[in-house]
């Protein structure tokens, strides 16, 4: 887990709209935008922290210890940007679809 400023979780949030931006795309992976981006790693880690020890602090009402374990912060931000583009998106191209402009 990096300590990191409000910038620098922007910066996430951001990498996240491009990551939801791949997704809605066919055959885009927003796995390869977070490659691209640099937060492959940190986002591997960051899955794999949620086990059954990090889940156990939760279920022991350590919230405050399961939400550093498992890189809270950075799932927030990176999830939070990921859901903005999808439904940004998603609302373009269904606008797209369902109202074609006529070409002449």
Same mark, same amino acid.
């Given at each position: 887990?990096?300590?990191?400023?409000?910038?620098g979780?922007?910066?996430?949030?951001?990498?996240?709209i491009?990551?939801?931006?791949?997704?809605v795309v066919?055959?885009?992976?927003?796995?390869t935008?977070a490659f691209i981006?640099g937060i492959?790693?940190?986002?591997l880690d960051?899955i794999?922290?949620?086990?059954?020890?990090?889940i @156990?602090l939760? =279920?022991?009402?350590?919230p405050?210890?399961?939400w550093k374990? /498992? !890189?809270?912060s950075?799932?927030?931000?990176l999830?939070t940007?990921? @859901?903005?583009? =999808?439904?940004t998106?998603?609302?373009v191209?269904?606008d797209? /679809? !369902?109202n074609?402009?006529?070409t002449?």
């Open positions: 887990m990096k300590k990191r400023s409000l910038k979780y922007f910066g996430i949030s951001l990498r996240g491009l990551m939801g931006g791949a997704d066919p055959g885009v992976s927003g796995g935008i981006t492959y790693q940190e986002l960051s794999s922290s949620i086990n059954p020890t990090s @156990a939760l =279920i022991k009402g350590k405050k210890d399961f374990a /498992v !890189n809270g950075f799932f927030l931000f999830l940007g990921i @859901a903005v583009s =999808i439904i998106l998603a609302n191209l269904s797209i /679809v !369902n074609p402009t006529e002449k």
